[in-house]
């Protein structure tokens, strides 16, 4: 396989600190404390990625996005995330455009200099609103209110933002189809590029799983919440291309599509995780220390593992097709082929089964797409292709 016939290559940051912890959250953050050693951080990612620069997993090929996450990266400063920007252009060749997109969440984000974002490179803000409901933000343990996100908004948008996704949940406590409704239209109201709608689920090791919130909606109404919300997006003139992102013409987010077309990505910071394919075909997955402090630490000492493992064959095809199936386009036999090496009959059996419950179809043999039903129970058709 030679250079040009790999998959794009993306960056992920990982920014580990919050305000606060949310009860729902199962992402590796960790709350800030009075002292969180920021500037000793941006050190570790500049060493990091001088690891990542020699291990030589870009391989000469551009990156086509970066994605600054956490965590709440808008904790930190605009000339912190400038120096470590500055040091990925230094290492890295960037492609010109690429998307740079950086979480912020409503109660840090005016507190920090936009402008100074906007100075270090970043191009597009995601901005975590879940919801305009401010009984409903506090259950979530939010540390913003509705006025907040409003303001965070106007804010990104005087500071010369011009794509802006905004993250809004369904199937909240006490919410029901008006609650739901009013969400959607005062995000409309802004006028985001791109908007993220999924649902709230009780991941393990959360306080939500431990002790689960009262007035869940029921599984009707949560499926009732998810049919409206898709529909007054769609009627505004936002397409649903992933089974939870919903963009303006233009405006699909290169870097997640990236992730679920089963591109490459080099992983920066605590906790992070990389993927790249090696000229042989191989694809590898490695990952880095979780902790912020054991992070630093190793960074300090220039002792960072630098061994990745080899996603086992038998392994591919379900990577593969989990990532994919949330796609609205589905896959092709061309592009399993190009990313995996396997070829559409290693699947068939699966896909056949699949099909046969009414969960995926294709019309010619080649590209195969969730249908409707797939979509809803997305989670039963990907286990279609786990190994056995």
Same mark, same amino acid.
């Given at each position: 396989?030679?250079?040009?016939?790999?998959?794009?290559?993306?960056?992920?940051?990982?920014?580990?600190?919050?305000?606060?912890?949310?009860?729902?959250?199962?992402?590796?953050?960790?709350?800030?404390?009075?002292? %969180?050693?920021?500037?000793? &951080?941006?050190? +570790?990612? $500049?060493?990091? @990625?001088?690891?990542? /620069?020699?291990?030589?997993? =870009? #391989?000469?090929?551009?990156?086509?996005?970066?994605?600054?996450?956490?965590?709440?990266?808008?904790?930190?400063?605009?000339?912190?995330?400038?120096?470590?920007?500055?040091?990925?252009?230094?290492?890295?060749?960037?492609?010109?455009?690429?998307?740079?997109?950086?979480?912020?969440?409503?109660?840090?984000?005016?507190? %920090?200099?936009?402008?100074? &974002?906007?100075? +270090?490179? $970043?191009?597009? @803000?995601?901005?975590? /609103?879940?919801?305009?409901? =401010? #009984?409903?933000?506090?259950?979530?343990?939010?540390?913003?209110?509705?006025?907040?996100?409003?303001?965070?908004?106007?804010?990104?948008?005087?500071?010369?933002?011009?794509?802006?996704?905004?993250?809004?949940?369904?199937?909240?406590?006490?919410?029901?189809?008006?609650?739901?409704?009013?969400?959607?239209?005062?995000?409309?109201?802004?006028?985001?590029?791109?908007?993220?709608?999924?649902?709230?689920?009780?991941?393990?090791?959360?306080?939500?799983? =431990?002790?689960?919130?009262?007035?869940?909606?029921?599984?009707?109404?949560?499926?009732?919440?998810?049919?409206?919300?898709?529909?007054?997006?769609?009627?505004?003139?936002?397409?649903?291309?992933?089974?939870?992102?919903?963009?303006?013409?233009?405006?699909?987010?290169?870097?997640?599509?990236?992730?679920?077309?089963?591109?490459?990505?080099?992983?920066?910071?605590?906790?992070?995780?990389?993927?790249?394919?090696?000229?042989?075909?191989?694809?590898?997955?490695?990952?880095?220390?979780?902790?912020?402090?054991?992070?630093?630490?190793?960074?300090?000492?220039?002792?960072?593992?630098?061994?990745?493992?080899?996603?086992?064959?038998?392994?591919?095809?379900?990577?593969?097709?989990?990532?994919?199936?949330?796609?609205?386009?589905?896959?092709?036999?061309?592009?399993?082929?190009?990313?995996?090496?396997?070829?559409?009959?290693?699947?068939?059996?699966?896909?056949?089964?699949?099909?046969?419950?009414?969960?995926?179809?294709?019309?010619?043999?080649?590209?195969?797409?969730?249908?409707?039903?797939?979509?809803?129970?997305?989670?039963?058709?990907?286990?279609?292709?786990?190994?056995?």
């Amino acid at each position: 396989m030679s250079i040009s016939e790999l998959p794009p290559l993306s960056l992920y940051l990982h920014m580990p600190w919050c305000v606060r912890k949310c009860p729902y959250c199962d992402f590796n953050s960790h709350t800030a404390g009075p002292n %969180v050693p920021k500037d000793r &951080y941006v050190d +570790a990612l $500049v060493v990091d @990625l001088g690891t990542e /620069a020699a291990a030589g997993r =870009a #391989a000469g090929r551009p990156l086509v996005s970066i994605f600054i996450g956490g965590g709440t990266p808008s904790l930190f400063s605009g000339s912190q995330l400038g120096r470590v920007l500055d040091a990925v252009r230094d290492m890295f060749d960037v492609q010109p455009g690429a998307e740079i997109t950086m979480e912020a969440n409503p109660g840090t984000v005016e507190c %920090v200099d936009l402008p100074g &974002y906007r100075a +270090a490179g $970043v191009n597009r @803000l995601s901005i975590g /609103a879940q919801s305009f409901d =401010a #009984a409903i933000l506090e259950t979530l343990g939010r540390i913003h209110g509705p006025a907040e996100i409003v303001k965070s908004f106007e804010a990104a948008c005087d500071a010369g933002f011009r794509r802006i996704n905004l993250d809004l949940m369904f199937a909240l406590p006490g919410q029901d189809l008006a609650l739901a409704q009013a969400d959607i239209r005062q995000a409309l109201a802004l006028g985001p590029s791109h908007i993220s709608y999924y649902q709230l689920t009780l991941e393990p090791n959360t306080v939500f799983h =431990a002790r689960p919130p009262a007035n869940l909606p029921d599984e009707e109404t949560a499926w009732d919440i998810q049919q409206l919300g898709h529909r007054m997006l769609q009627e505004a003139g936002f397409e649903q291309y992933e089974i939870s992102a919903f963009a303006r013409p233009g405006e699909r987010c290169v870097h997640n599509l990236n992730y679920w077309q089963f591109g490459d990505y080099l992983g920066v910071g605590a906790g992070a995780h990389g993927k790249f394919t090696s000229v042989d075909g191989a694809v590898w997955r490695y990952s880095k220390p979780a902790h912020p402090l054991a992070y630093m630490q190793q960074a300090e000492n220039r002792k960072f593992a630098s061994g990745a493992s080899a996603v086992p064959d038998a392994d591919l095809g379900f990577e593969y097709l989990l990532n994919v199936l949330r796609l609205a386009q589905g896959f092709s036999e061309t592009g399993l082929r190009q990313r995996t090496g396997l070829c559409l009959e290693a699947l068939r059996p699966q896909l056949e089964r699949a099909a046969g419950k009414g969960l995926i179809a294709s019309q010619d043999g080649a590209d195969w797409k969730p249908t409707a039903l797939g979509w809803r129970f997305l989670n039963d058709l990907q286990a279609e292709f786990l190994p056995a």
